[in-house]
C-alpha cells in the first residue's frame, strides 16, 4: 500500500473557472489594418473587467487584464475569429484591449507557452493548428470548454475519463493507505445527502474532491497528476448547464459502491462501479 496516500487525500483540486472576473476595464475591439484578424469585426469582446470595492491594485489588475486577454484570443483562435496565418502584433493587442505593453508581451508569452501561437521577430503572433496546443494543459482545456468546441472537448476528455479512471480506481483499492480508503464512506455519505437535499453547490465540490481524491490515492503518479484535469471536467459540465438538476439515485448507489470497493480494498467492485458512473456521463451528453 502506498503509505504517503493519507498525506495527499485531503488535497483537491482547484480548477481554473470558466469565467472571469469583473475588472474596471471592458477590451474594446477597433478598427485596425487587414494584418490585423480583428480589423472591422465588431466583435464582442468575451469578458469584461472592473475592480469591485477595493482600492486600486496594479499587480491584481494586471493579472485580471492578462485573464481576459488571453481567454478572449485563445477562444477566438478555437473558434476561427483568429484565423491560422493572420498576425497580430503587440501594438495590436495594446490596442484592441486598451492595454498596456507589458501586459501584451505577457499575453504573448503565455499563448506560445500554451502552444497556441509562435511569436515572431518583426511579426508578431502567428496562431498554430489547435492539434499542436498542450492537448492536456489545464488551461487549454478550460479555452475549449469556453468556446464552441465544447461539446467536441467533453466528449473526449468523457472518452479518457472512461479509459483511466477505472483503472485508477482499482488502484486505489490496492493501493491507497487504510486511512485513506477509510476516507471515501464518508465522502460517499456526504455525496448522497446533498445530493438528496439538492444543495448542489455542495454535492458539486464534494464530487470533484471524491474523483480527484481517488486520482490521488491510486499509488500511480501519471493518474494523479490527472486530479485537476478530472476537476476541470466535473466543474465545467456544471458550469456549461450540462448536469442535471438532481443527481440520479442510481449515480449515488454507484458512487457508493465506489467507496465501498476501494475501502474494502476490492479493485474488481471498485472497477466496475466507476465504469458505471462514467458510462452514464457519456450516455446523458448523448457520447455513446
Request: hydrophobic share 40%.
Amino acid at each position: 500500500m502506498n503509505e504517503s496516500t493519507s498525506d495527499t487525500i485531503a488535497a483537491t483540486s482547484a480548477p481554473v473557472p470558466t469565467t472571469v472576473p469583473a475588472t474596471s476595464r471592458t477590451a474594446h475591439p477597433t478598427t485596425r489594418p487587414a494584418s490585423n484578424p480583428f480589423a472591422n469585426q465588431a466583435i464582442a469582446p468575451t469578458h469584461t473587467v472592473t475592480l469591485a470595492n477595493r482600492a486600486p491594485d496594479e499587480s491584481h489588475e494586471s493579472a485580471l487584464l492578462h485573464t481576459a486577454i488571453t481567454d478572449e484570443l485563445a477562444v477566438a483562435m478555437l473558434e476561427g475569429r483568429w484565423p491560422i496565418g493572420e498576425a497580430m502584433t503587440l501594438e495590436d493587442i495594446q490596442e484592441r484591449f486598451s492595454t498596456s505593453r507589458t501586459v501584451a508581451r505577457e499575453v504573448a508569452k503565455y499563448l506560445e507557452a500554451m502552444g497556441a501561437v509562435t511569436v515572431r521577430r518583426r511579426v508578431g503572433l502567428m496562431p498554430r493548428p489547435v492539434g499542436e496546443w498542450s492537448a492536456l494543459n489545464p488551461q487549454v482545456i478550460r479555452w475549449k470548454l469556453m468556446s464552441d468546441k465544447r461539446k467536441e472537448q467533453l466528449r473526449t476528455l468523457t472518452e479518457l475519463r472512461l479509459a483511466v479512471e477505472p483503472a485508477a480506481t482499482a488502484a486505489a483499492a490496492r493501493n491507497a493507505s487504510m486511512e485513506a480508503r477509510a476516507l471515501f464512506p464518508v465522502m460517499a455519505s456526504e455525496l448522497r445527502k446533498s445530493g438528496e437535499a439538492g444543495d448542489l453547490d455542495t454535492f458539486h465540490d464534494l464530487d470533484v474532491r471524491f474523483h480527484s481524491s481517488i486520482l490521488l490515492s491510486s499509488g500511480n503518479d501519471l493518474f494523479a497528476s490527472m486530479s485537476d484535469i478530472i476537476g476541470i471536467v466535473l466543474k465545467g459540465r456544471v458550469e456549461l448547464h450540462m448536469y442535471p438538476q438532481k443527481p440520479k439515485p442510481a449515480a449515488l448507489d454507484a458512487h457508493d459502491a465506489v467507496a465501498e470497493g476501494i475501502w474494502r480494498g476490492n479493485p474488481d467492485q471498485a472497477r466496475e462501479a466507476m465504469r458505471t458512473i462514467v458510462d452514464e456521463v457519456a450516455e446523458s451528453l448523448e457520447l455513446t
